[in-house]
């Protein structure tokens, strides 16, 4: 945006001094004028899915608002008392103050119960928004290079977003939290050797114990919280240093960002949607109940009520716990190996490792150092966006894992064969998913590259007058074709002997690494092809 | 077979008292002798309650033959499609078939609760009926079925005794090979507490000693609490806990989110 000259001109009005000298006071005192002038210029290209990591950010606003006020209220201590407030059903019962406090909060303090919805709804919307806003990340490529360690840093996030909600899904004490902190001590008892001093270090001694709200609490609200604030200032400094990505469109390039600054206009549009964010998310707390935690009642050791799951986030552990075939234990050494717990942890493991990592191996594999501005769409990286549905696939099964028995009652099934069914499907899915992506990707690629060459079917049919007829093809503008057009095309790796003369063995598996990724692929037209197709047209 | 017996006894005691169902038969005529005189009492129509009681027995062995014996056999015996009804008490047919479950409409995992097929006379005679050839539990008395125990025992002995299978909520469960736990919400209090006496389907029985009908009376009371009292909260999306809040959260949530974002950068026409 140029400031308009004829402005300077006009006398300033009183207001407009007192800015200007305010605004030099600060700068002379602190010289943000280079930091406004860098952030504030900082584009925002104009699609929808690059609004989702703001939604993450603007309930993790809220959920600091929120969590603030019910710290004002919550007792994060497992004193025994007799609960004495307004709810009929758990009058005189034992609980732990915590227990006790929410249920007050819940109950007898103006508000409290709303924050508590919001509290919890802006949790669930939190860790969803993450999700889907790396979902839009990994399908588009955003993650290449220059922006592998902005990845990293968002994988963290999502991992502390879920360490934050777990923690806070255990804090009030009640049966069904009480319940998931017992299957979380189950899983570090199985871990050999260490294991059962771990869930003593915990716990303070034998679970439940006494201590563990008090802990859960402080990493809850101090801890991870920093942490997690930390983690984003720099995934967004990261995010102005690198600039962001676009799609391919006409005047886009790899080395310019089309959109609107970040000062006035897009700050204004942001500032709107996280009301509107705020606001999606109250309208939800007012009107459905979540956690209702004086149904589950305060914990106690024996009870575990049906349909015991935890939030949405952790579903995927719970489902793979699930899904273990029954008897995978033994024992070596004098030691039992829970195979049953050490399986799960492996694979889940494995797998938010291999999240992690992803940039740089799929780097290592192409081999492709250059800087990636422009967003990949996501049918031109075939073999990328196949890996990417496997693993939705994969984590997906786990997840309707965790609600199998919820499934055999609402579909009427027994519960045996949703979880056989899950078995075969965590094996096979993966690999039927990786498939049909991969050949639906190229099918699409195919279609660009017709139309891009010859144009839309436009169904109009003429007879030419030596009496043939043809379909007329509607050619595409320019500004379409753009689209269709401009992207990378990559070869698979050749292996080339090192310095030494040698083929080593990584180069050889870099190489295989390198076909599988790019055998099958449809090159992008090129400029020739397409004056070529011109001339056959015309 | 019973009523035979009844009827013999009330001609000749001597000759039946040593008869094997002489017992049941005394402990009817007890129940229908206290039965009536308190009918007497309190019904203007006295003469024909008496005789009501005795026709009851009557209609219930014959509804019994034409809907039940093909599965329990015709002196409940049982047979290999079927268990056998002998000690099994009026409060288990009145539950079974009260709520629909009985007669079956096909053999599966569980009898189903669907339209009840009997109306209140019928199930009452064959309640009688089958409470007549031999001993079991009977149909509770309202006082245990008013819904004024207390609300934090009931709620506290449910989460214990019952949650694991039909859910903190009553919402419901999920057990194995197809079975399931029902919902408990809209279930009438005879029926809940018939339930807990005898233990329908692959529900556990719980006896007087394990649960005293006072503590029947309470978790009866809770689950009347739950049916009565809206939910503080809001909507409780069918009240499953995390799988539906999860699911509502990533499908109207930020379904609702998305299509605003999509909203936000439309490009204008």
Redesign the interface.
Known sequence: MTTTPTQDAQPKTRGQRFTGAAANYIDERTSISGLVKEVGRKIFPDHWSFMLGEVALYSFIVILLSGTFLTFFFEASMVEVHYEGSYAPLKGIEMSAAMASTLDISFDIRGGLLMRQVHHWAALLFVASIGLHMLRVYFTGAFRKPREINWFIGFVLFVLAMAEGFTGYSLPDDLLSGNGLRIIDGMVKGIPVIGTWISYLLFGGEFPGIDIVSRLYILHIMLLPAIIIAAIGIHMLLLVINKHTQFAGPGRTNDNVVGSPVMPGFAAKAGGFFFIVFGVITLIASTFSINPVWVYGPYDPSPVSAGTQPDWYIGFADGALRLVPPGWETEWFGFTWSFNIIAPLVILGLFIAIVAFYPFIEAWITGDKREHHIADRPRNAPTRTAIGAAGVTFYAVLWAAASSDLIATHFKLSIEGVIHSCQALLIFGPIIAYFITKRVCLGLQKKDREIALHGYESGRIVRLPHGEYIEVHEQLSEYERWKLVSYTDYKPLMIRPNDQGRITFGQRLRASASRWFFEDRIAPVSQQEIEQSKDEHH | MASKAARASGGSRSAGRRHPLATVALLLVGLLGTGGAYALFTSSATAETSASAEALVEEGGKLFAANCATCHGLDLQGTTQGPTLIGVGAAATDFQVGTGRMPMAITG?QAEVKPVQFTEEQIQALSVFVAAQGPGPAIPADMYLTGKGD??N???LF??NC???????G????????K??PALSGVTSKHVYEAMLTGPQNMPVFNDTNLTPEEKADVIT?LK??DETP???????G?????S??????I???G???A???W??A?SN
């Open positions: 995992p609300v934090s009931g709620a506290e989460r214990i949650a694991m299978c039909h859910n903190v909520a919402a419901g469960g999920a057990l194995t090979e197809g399931y736990a809770y609490y739950l939910s503080v909260g809001g909507f409780t999306l009240s499953l806990g995390p799988v809040e999860g699911l509502f959260i990533w109207f949530g930020l609702a989110i998305v605003i974002t999509v936000l950068t490009k």
